[in-house]
């Protein structure tokens, strides 16, 4: 049965979890905003020396660019290297996969493309930029040229997603027997407004063409992910001189929204489990998935609330 959050509880986890691993899409912030709280919580969490690692399904942005919005939006001290997106991870993944300079034919942002360029590999050019303003019949969607150095289709977010590129997509996994990967097959995306389309709509096209369903890298995949997570405590302790016992996920706290992602993750993966309400969950997920979920509340700035004063 899933715990409510009180003083007394989140005093007890602060003491007993070294590792606090985040979600960031409506844990820390919602589209542009941040969740009130958030920052003083990490703060709160660095000063007591806890380490602080992220976990972001979200593959619109490189790490870099992520890290850079951590610091414009008023979150203190998160390097690069404390962060995990599902296009990092899954960049990672294909680096281990296949030859160095092997092609990949992606559908998604830039945040994939700068992350497989870091790992030797060769994106193909964005499908919009290829064909900008195009206008297409049936016929030259079937006659678009496939390149035999591609050897995997990478899936995220894609808003420019297109029936060409799922075509391309497919035929490339069809034709070329090229790997079929997610960065992730979240649904929804929290935003202000409420939500919009996740990488999961784009990803279940190529699959319902293909008729394959692709390896998925992030949350909530065990593998590889959970290697990658140990590597970046290992990495956070050497640049901060931690003394921190090393990384176990039985001292180790997931704070997520999603109950299919970041719980079923922290779950599976050994840790215990937080769910936010501040971003997809809501009160009836509780009660539907008690197994998956330690505690629960509302969001950061009631945990921070109980513990400013440790």
């Known amino acids: 049965m899933s715990i409510r959050l009180v003083k007394e509880t989140a005093r007890r986890l602060l003491k007993e979890c070294d590792t606090f691993v985040f979600d960031c899409d409506g844990v820390l912030w ?38 850079e919005r951590f610091a414009g939006m008023g979150f203190e001290g998160v390097a ?53 303003g195009k206008a297409w019949d049936l016929h030259e969607v079937e006659s678009i040229p496939l390149d035999n150095n591609v050897k995997a289709v990478l899936c995220g977010l894609d808003i420019h997603m297109s029936y060409p590129k799922i075509a391309t997509a497919s035929r490339y996994i069809k034709n070329n027997r090229a790997m079929f990967v997610a960065t992730n097959a979240d649904s929804t995306l929290p935003v202000k407004t409420g939500f919009l389309p996740g990488a999961g709509s784009c990803v279940s096209s190529i699959s319902r063409v293909t008729g394959q369903e692709p390896i998925v890298t992030g949350k909530p995949s065990v593998d590889p992910l959970a290697s990658i997570l140990n590597v970046a405590a290992q990495l956070y302790d050497r640049k901060r001189s931690s003394n921190v016992a090393p990384f176990h996920p039985s001292r180790a706290l997931m704070v997520g929204d999603r109950v299919d992602t970041d719980m079923m993750f922290g779950r599976q993966a050994g840790m215990r489990t937080l769910l936010v309400l501040s971003g997809v969950a809501t009160e009836e997920h509780v009660q539907e998935h008690t197994s998956e979920i330690d505690y629960v509340t509302s969001d950061l700035g009631e945990f921070v609330h109980y513990i400013s004063d440790v």
């Open 30 to 67: 919602k589209g542009a905003d941040v969740i009130p709280g958030a920052p003083l919580m990490i703060k709160h969490l660095k000063a007591a020396g806890i380490r602080t690692l992220f976990l972001t399904n979200n593959s619109m942005k490189s790490r870099s660019d992520y890290a």
């Open 80 to 132: 690069e290297e404390d962060i995990i997106s599902s296009a990092y991870v899954a960049s990672e993944y294909l680096a281990a996969q296949l030859p160095a300079g092997s092609g990949v034919f992606v559908c998604g942002a830039s945040g994939i493309y700068r992350e497989l360029e870091k790992v030797g590999l060769k994106p193909c050019k964005p499908f919009e930029e290829e064909y900008k």
